[in-house]
């Protein structure tokens, strides 16, 4: 089992930053994908981005791409979403996963694990 730990979400005006931290245990760190997904008020799941094992490769959602940086320090078993140029459109329940498989799936269903979810609010 791995579980899956969000923080760092909160309120930000439009133009702002802010870095999303997710925090791994159970498995080895090292050996898990991990992805970013968000989800909206009456709108589906989608994703955001995800990184490698090592971090060698990334991926990111063309609505985020510029704007968002995904990384992972392996020693604190932490992943990390920083997000700047934030919109109000980027509002949403943010969560992130992680995948046994080394590779960088953009469906959701794809992903063993997921944490609760943190809360990134941008207003206007």
């Known amino acids: 089992q791995v579980q899956l730990v969000e923080s760092g979400g909160g309120l930000v005006q439009a133009g702002g930053s802010l870095r999303l931290s997710c925090a791994a245990s159970?498995?080895?760190?090292?050996?898990?994908?991990m992805g970013w997904f968000r989800q909206a008020p009456g709108k589906e799941r989608e994703f955001v981005s995800a990184?490698?094992?090592?971090?060698?490769?990334?991926t990111y959602a063309d609505s985020v791409k510029d704007r968002f940086t995904i990384s992972r320090d392996n020693a604190k078993n932490t992943v990390y979403l920083h997000m700047n140029s934030l919109k109000p459109e980027d509002t949403a329940v943010y969560y992130c996963?992680?995948?046994?498989?080394?590779?960088?799936?953009?469906?959701?269903?794809?992903?063993?694990?997921w944490g609760q979810g943190t809360q990134v609010t941008v207003s206007s």
């Open positions: 996963a992680a995948c046994l498989r080394n590779s960088l799936y953009f469906k959701d269903n794809e992903y063993d694990y």
């Open positions: 159970g498995r080895t760190f090292s050996r898990l994908a």
């Open positions: 990184i490698s094992w090592s971090g060698a490769r990334t």
